[in-house]
């Protein structure tokens, strides 16, 4: 017999059906070993020696792999074919070495693209060593990230209290949304005019053309300034003769995109199908590990880390098939298509994320996924089959005419496109910015060349430049992509703890950076510049590629970086607080000091008069105050408008208020209570109140969220077997929908507003087959993360009085502070729970409540 080991339970059950009996396919539960959070772990002065702690959790696990490698011939390591997967392999392997079970057995390594029987046996087939290089650079990234992390988040701690961490590729995504965010601050509005004229044909067909030359001069979008040249322009068109010039007809081809890489599928499925990236990886993983399909287990994707492009040769013929039998020979092109990786720094090559079977229709296999894993899997095929389809022919026109009106003269032009043939628009049509302007989309009447056209109407309409937009999850990991900042599995974690962090804040899926976060990047780069530096983040990456290539050494590569960061992080020691506060007052004076509409000066104190504002550090964060005090006692919150209260009027109990109901025309406020934040509609005990659900800051909250919450619960619908109604609500524990009863919950408090009745039945139906809560007075599960692996129960996240906690059996760990209890995965559940069963049995736990005597 042979032990198998691999990352998770699921990998390992769908693995163990492939391999047989005489295999025992067991799980690392992901990395068995880490760096302790705490000085030390990784030494420069001992050429960069590293020390590893096992946790609880991951200790049992290793001890089971190692009592079954007793009895066994082999060990075959077989974790994920990328960087992480090698260093897990890595770890195991040092780990058992130490316990000196392995002897003289045979250890190999295998790896996959995908969980399908026939790549598993193929790899199985293949066996080689531990790739050292591989192993080394995710030492050097490992190393890197703790120094940084571990040296800056001190300092950063001691200079600006409330900070919470820096990190090597976290602070350098947050410095671009906070770039961002200073763009709009900086952004001017410009006004400008644009000038359409609806013409129509002999035949009497409508189309619209714009003007591109006055008295000729070309224009250019901004060149019409303001009404007074517009309506000049607008008159003469008005008594003018129109021409057709030109018709030109030009025939184009549009080419299919690739298959998904990891960057471009978080992209899409945030675009297409509202998922954030953390969302995205965690459906991805389901359908790469392995699901029941029919009585088959099956992965039915390919593995989703990756900045590969191209498919595997027998992928590429078993798509050309299905394109073949699916849609039609037509939409066949002669021969394949290839594609080559325009990434920066594309990392191991790996496969494109394709599906691991082209036979196995999304609509066939829908009924055996659920309604997320169902629209991403559809989605993967959908790419990956288009992009060896036929390219769309387009056949794009552009009118030219002209204006005559006497001695005066203007050109115009009209633009459209009709699809002459679909190609790969049938399976995967791509989804146009939501900014741009796409003139091509419009269809235009027969136009022939040099006859008149009759004028409808001049159309003069108003325009103002806007500001660049905020980035959104998708489009911040595509610019990251762009500048070779972070990896495939970094981007989804790096997001993760920017907003765990609190340093940004999601609205409207647009990332807003928190004051706190903009106090942190102000900070960083005026003392450490070069870190957060896109370039240097982007040629460390380069490096540490180079040295999974074997064309680097790790440690010269750590020497390097240290030597520099420690003569840094030296140099600022003795930094002064004051001098801190001088440099953000200027870096952040659009958030710390705006302008005041009576245009006084910004920083004037408004209460004392004679005082200057400043920013001041606190125990719990920073502030703005008055350079008078204690005279004087003015503060306010960073962000807050001059009157101290933001956007909302400063009212005297504290609260905030933000409007009133359009219906009821009550006030409505935002306020703190003993319970937290919350929002209020009217005064008195009949006042509508709704806390804010987790994950919504105060700064976030605006009119329209206060009455959305407000408004809950809210109707769904009418059951369609009962017709009973359906509401979707907020309650103690967490966003649920509710029918005859039955209380079940929502992964998110957006569900509540955007579930539509079909998938609430199905929430319902799936809450009513797990049948009733436990025992009375236990909260309803959050997440059911599925049995413990020795048994004993299911281990379930929930949240009670005191926050969200982990479940199992007669143990109750609580999450760690910002942990989002939707995120919590298995081994970090495992390892709570087991560090919590550990301080209990040492009498760490609750003390158990005695009675006293009577008098």
């Known amino acids: 017999m042979d032990v198998v080991v691999v990352e998770s339970p699921a990998k390992a059950k769908t693995i163990n059906k492939y391999l047989g009996r005489n295999f025992k396919v067991l799980a690392s539960f992901g990395h068995v070993r880490d760096l302790p959070a705490k000085d030390g772990s990784v030494r420069p002065d001992e050429d960069f020696a590293m020390s590893w702690a096992v946790d609880t959790a991951s200790a049992k696990r290793l001890t089971d792999i190692a009592k079954a490698l007793k009895e066994a011939d082999a060990l075959i390591l077989a974790t994920d074919p990328d960087r992480e997967g090698e260093a897990i392999s890595w770890h195991v392997l040092e780990v058992l070495r130490q316990k000196k079970v392995l002897k003289d057995k045979p250890v190999s390594r295998v790896v996959f693209n995908a969980i399908t029987k026939q790549s598993v046996l193929d790899a199985m087939a293949n066996p080689r060593q531990i790739d050292a290089p591989l192993v080394e650079a995710y030492l050097a990234r490992r190393a890197l990230d703790y120094l940084v992390g571990f040296t800056l988040s001190p300092v950063l701690w001691r200079k600006l209290p409330g900070a919470r961490s820096a990190g090597r590729v976290q602070s350098v995504a947050l410095r671009l949304v906070c770039d961002r965010e200073s763009e709009i601050e900086r952004f001017i509005r410009e006004e400008y005019w644009q000038i359409a ?16 030359d006055f008295e ?29 010039l030109s018709v030109e007809a030009k025939p184009t081809k549009r080419n299919p995109g690739p298959p998904f890489t990891t960057s471009t599928l978080q992209q899409a499925a945030s675009s297409r199908l509202g998922f954030s990236a953390n969302r995205t990886m965690q459906v991805a993983q389901r359908l790469y590990e392995g699901l029941d399909i029919g009585g088959e287990t099956a992965g039915l994707i390919t593995y989703m880390r990756t900045d590969g492009v191209q498919m595997a040769p027998e992928a590429i013929a078993a798509a050309r098939s299905t394109i073949a039998r699916e849609f039609g020979e037509k939409y066949l092109p002669e021969k394949p298509r290839y594609y080559a990786n325009k990434a920066k720094n594309a990392q191991e090559a790996h496969e494109a994320i394709r599906p691991t079977d082209f ?14 894993q169902a629209r991403l899997y559809e989605m993967i095929w959908k790419r990956a089959v288009a992009s060896q389809m036929q390219p769309a022919e387009i056949e794009r026109t552009t009118v030219e005419i002209e204006a005559i009106n006497g001695s005066r003269s203007a050109k115009l032009r009209a633009v459209g496109s009709v699809v002459r043939f679909d190609g790969f628009i049938a399976a995967y049509a791509e989804i146009k910015d939501e900014d741009s302007e796409d003139e091509d989309s419009k269809r235009l009447p027969e136009i022939r060349s040099g006859e008149a056209l009759e004028r409808e109407a001049i159309n003069a309409t108003q325009h103002s430049t806007e500001p660049p937009p905020r980035y959104s999850e998708a489009s911040l990991i595509k610019k990251m992509e762009e500048l070779g900042i972070g990896r495939p599995s970094t981007y989804a974690a790096t997001l993760k703890t920017l907003e765990d962090r609190e340093y940004v804040v999601i609205d409207k899926r647009k990332l807003i950076p928190h004051s706190r976060g903009r106090i942190v990047t102000a900070f960083l780069e005026s003392f450490f510049e070069k870190y957060v530096e896109y370039d240097f983040t982007a040629d460390l990456e380069e490096k540490l590629d180079e040295i999974s290539d074997g064309k680097l050494a790790y440690k010269s590569v750590l020497r390097d970086f240290w030597q520099d960061f420690s003569a840094a992080i030296e140099s600022i020691k003795e930094l002064r607080v004051t001098d801190v506060l001088n440099a953000l007052n200027d870096d952040l004076a659009p958030l710390l000091f705006p302008a005041r509409e009576d245009g006084t000066d910004p920083r004037s104190c408004p209460k004392c008069g004679n005082g200057t504002l400043s920013l001041k550090l606190g125990k719990y964060g920073a502030f703005v105050g008055c350079s008078n005090y204690p005279e004087c006692g003015y503060t306010r919150q960073l962000g807050d408008a001059a009157n101290g209260n933001g956007d909302g009027e400063s009212v005297e109990d504290g609260t905030k208020a933000l409007g009133t109901d359009p219906y009821t025309k009550e006030e409505i406020t935002l306020r703190s209570g ?20 987790k994950g919504w800051t105060t700064d976030s909250i605006d009119h329209e969220k206060a009455l959305a919450l407000l408004s809950l619960p809210r109707d769904v619908g009418k059951h369609p077997e009962s017709g009973k109604m359906i509401s979707a609500g907020l309650g103690r524990y967490g966003p649920f929908v509710l029918h005859d009863g039955t209380y079940a919950n929502l992964e998110s408090i957006e569900d509540v507003f955007s579930i539509g009745l079909n998938r609430a039945v199905s929430v319902i139906a799936e809450k009513q087959q797990k049948g009733p809560r436990a025992r009375a007075g236990t909260p309803a599960a959050l997440k059911d993360l599925g049995e413990h692996p020795d048994g004993g129960g299911n281990i379930t996240v929930r949240d009670g009085r005191y926050g969200p906690y982990v479940n199992f059996g007669k ?21 709570l729970i087991a560090a919590k069963a550990e301080k209990d049995s ?14």
């Open 197 to 212: 004229a609806l013409l129509r044909t002999p035949r009497h067909e409508g189309f619209e053309a714009r003007l591109t």
């Open 674 to 693: 003993r319970f937290g934040p919350y929002v209020q509609r009217g005064e008195g005990k009949e006042a509508k109140r709704s806390s804010l659900p």
């Open 216 to 244: 000729g001069k070309k224009l250019q979008k901004l060149d019409i300034k303001n009404r007074a040249q517009a309506d000049n322009i607008k008159a003469m068109l008005e008594g003018a003769s129109f021409k057709a």
């Open 359 to 372: 036979s196995r229709l999304p609509q066939d296999v829908k009924k055996y996924l659920d309604a997320d």
């Open 842 to 855: 040492a009498g760490g736990g609750k003390k158990p409540f005695k009675r006293g005597k009577k008098a």
């Open 811 to 831: 143990i109750n760990a609580t999450l760690p502070k910002g942990k989002d209890p939707a995120s919590v995965t298995v081994e970090e559940a495992l390892a």
